[in-house]
């Protein structure tokens, strides 16, 4: 995944720059990039796990201390908190990726220089978020729906293929499933 993403950033440069480029090459030169790609990943990831840590540590032990409505409440400030940040990390790590891909930067340059953008550009990258979120739940919705409908298609035809060839028809419709998905 990481290889793919520095292959599109270094792909579409390419082609914002008038250059030919195809994800086999953007593949190629995006290899040099993979570290710092996935140990910026691996930053962002213990900065969100550390975050989580400390919003919702409390809220666990007041939950256990039986404290309900102080959990409660702190667990919705928890959240109000915590969704905003990660939509800031999510934009921070796309950022942090075309950083080091088209600049050369290193890990941490990156970091600040996607932050940096980020607070430049903060109500274009809000509206984003606003378009795109509907449109990844609706992807998802979909993606959903039609796994559930081939589901069923396929339960049935491993249903039809059971009566009429037992085991074996059950592995061939299992082998059919596989590759259909």
Known sequence: ???????????VSAIEKGAESGFKDGLRK???YFWRLFLAGIILALLVLAVMLAL????GL???LKSYIAGSILLLFAVLIFIPLMILMSFIRKYTFIYI????????SSIESAYR???KNIWTSIIMALIFIP?????ALTIIILVVILGIILSLIGAIF???????????AVILAVIVL
Do not use: N
Request: charged share 15%; net charge positive; hydrophobic share 60%.
């Open 1 to 11: 995944r990481i290889l793919s993403q520095a292959a599109i950033i270094k792909s």
């Open 30 to 32: 995006g290899k040099k």
């Open 56 to 59: 919702f540590l409390p809220v």
């Open 62 to 64: 007041l939950f256990l």
């Open 101 to 108: 891909v088209l600049s050369d930067l290193g890990i941490r």
């Open 117 to 119: 953008l980020f607070k």
């Open 135 to 139: 449109i990844g739940m609706l992807l």
């Open 162 to 172: 059971y009566a009429i060839f037992a085991k074996s028809g059950v592995i061939v």
